[in-house]
């Protein structure tokens, strides 16, 4: 499972783990990425276990999302970020679920009013409820499948805060970003470059 995040955000990360929007230990100086009204939607959006989206921390189940490719190239009047600052925190089903944290999972993005949600007790069907073709597609659009976007950006929602141990390792988009993860205090075993998630 993939986090995108900034770089400036790794220090905080480093301390507290991820740390979603209402938490006591969110970070002060969090630096978004991405569409702002779409963050505030989804703060408000109310699902239908009776929480707000806001309390969750999103994971992607693949790279090279469509919310990446409107960060890297700034359309839609989302501010550009440079690709070298854009970091994957990765993490696994199985480390959220060996530290018995909350969670629920998507087939699609969560705010369409298609997309289901499953609670952790589906959690062993989980590939016959999303769609890994589609997570894994290089594109989404697609005359003969107009659901595929919606598909692609199925996610996984973790309830309040993600504790650092539970990153395995971060996804960086060259050698220069690699070093200033270790520069930070990230050791390198856990840093890979891969060019290809990105844009």
């Not at 970003?177 to 891969?194: A, F």
Request: hydrophobic share 40%.
């Amino acid at each position: 499972m993939y986090r995108m995040t900034h770089i400036e955000n790794i220090p905080h990360i480093l301390l507290n783990g991820i740390t979603h929007m209402h938490s006591p230990n969110r970070n002060p100086n969090y630096v978004p990425i991405g569409d702002g009204s779409l963050i505030s939607n989804r703060d408000k959006f109310k699902l239908s276990n009776g929480q707000q989206l806001g309390s969750y921390i999103p994971f992607y189940f693949g790279t090279r999302m469509p919310m990446l490719f409107v960060i890297q190239k700034g359309f839609n009047n989302v501010k550009r970020v440079p690709v070298e600052d854009i970091i994957y925190c990765v993490s696994t089903i199985q480390e959220i679920l060996d530290h018995k944290l909350d969670f629920i999972f998507s087939n699609g993005h969560a705010v369409d009013e298609l997309t289901e949600f499953y609670s952790a007790d589906h959690v062993n069907d989980i590939l016959d409820k999303i769609d890994m073709s589609a997570i894994g597609a290089k594109y989404w659009t697609s005359e003969t499948d107009l659901d595929l976007k919606r598909r692609k950006e199925a996610e996984c929602l973790i309830h309040n805060d993600l504790p650092i141990n539970s990153i395995l390792g971060y996804v960086v988009y060259n050698a220069l970003t690699k070093q200033k993860l270790i520069d930070i205090g990230i050791e390198e075993k856990k840093i890979v470059v891969r060019s290809n998630f990105y844009f």
